[in-house]
T-cell receptor, first 113, second 115 residues
Framework: KAGVTQTPRYLIKTRGQQVTLSCSPI?????VSWYQQTPGQGLQFLFE???????NKGNFPGRFSGRQFSNSRSEMNVSTLELGDSALYLC????????????FGSGTQLSVL | DQQVKQNSPSLSVQEGRISILNCDYT??????FLWYKKYPAEGPTFLIS?????DKNEDGRFTVFLNKSAKHLSLHIVPSQPGDSAVYFC??????????????FGKGTLLTVNP
């Protein structure tokens, strides 16, 4: 099986712009989660989607949003980028039941200048 | 408020010896715990997990111990190999059956295994 695929791998944006990141989960996985990794804060939960519905959301401002499509692919969007949004954004998928291990993609490295 | 803490940013051990990575948590609602390993430029990969109803789980060279009263868990790697050199993250989830579908991670411990 192919793993979790995230595109693009690297992204450079300027303050005030918006960005969309994409994630294709492992075939058959219906749950997609997004995490932000920064050197100071570690990995922090953004949100989780299952069957196109957001089931849980982390403590991030409304500038961070996401969605999931009927084929389980997911996108996350960050509007009005700030310097502090520079981070590695990781997508993870799982079949969707509780307490399952997550399978992570390699991430999108976002740099905001 | 950091609910999962890995107080050692780094650990260095000799090949063949035991590596012990520690993790403390503050949220008593956590009922499922996981360890992930991360190499540079890659996403974290799952290593081993443990439910709060157990106090030990083994998988090959990896063993996780859970002490609920102390809110502490540890990962033992025996014997350590150079390929184990990576950042190790402790993670936890809460809710009945992990029903909040969210993992809370520690900040990681960089393990270096010297040949």
């Amino acid at each position: 099986k192919a793993g979790v695929t995230q595109t693009p791998r690297y992204l450079i944006k300027t303050r005030g712009q918006q960005v969309t990141l994409s994630c294709s989960p492992i075939s058959g996985h219906r749950s997609v989660s997004w995490y932000q990794q920064t050197p100071g804060q570690g990995l922090q939960f953004l949100f989780e989607y299952f069957s196109e519905t957001q089931r849980n959301k982390g403590n991030f401002p409304g500038r961070f949003s996401g969605r999931q499509f009927s084929n389980s692919r997911s996108e996350m969007n960050v509007s009005t980028l700030e310097l502090g949004d520079s981070a590695l954004y990781l997508c993870a998928s799982s079949p969707g039941s509780t307490n399952e291990k997550l399978f992570f993609g390699s991430g999108t490295q976002l740099s905001v200048l | 408020d950091q609910q999962v803490k890995q107080n050692s940013p780094s650990l260095s051990v000799q090949e063949g010896r035991i590596s012990i990575l520690n993790c403390d948590y503050t949220n008593s609602m956590f009922d499922y715990f996981l360890w992930y390993k991360k190499y540079p430029a890659e996403g974290p990969t799952f290593l081993i997990s443990i439910s709060s109803i157990k106090d030990k789980n083994e998988d090959g060279r990896f063993t996780v111990f859970l002490n609920k009263s102390a809110k502490h868990l540890s990962l033992h790697i025996v014997p350590s190999q150079p390929g184990d050199s990576a950042v190790y993250f402790c993670a936890a989830s809460e809710g009945s059956g992990g029903s909040n579908y969210k993992l809370t991670f520690g900040k990681g411990t960089l393990l270096t295994v010297n040949p």
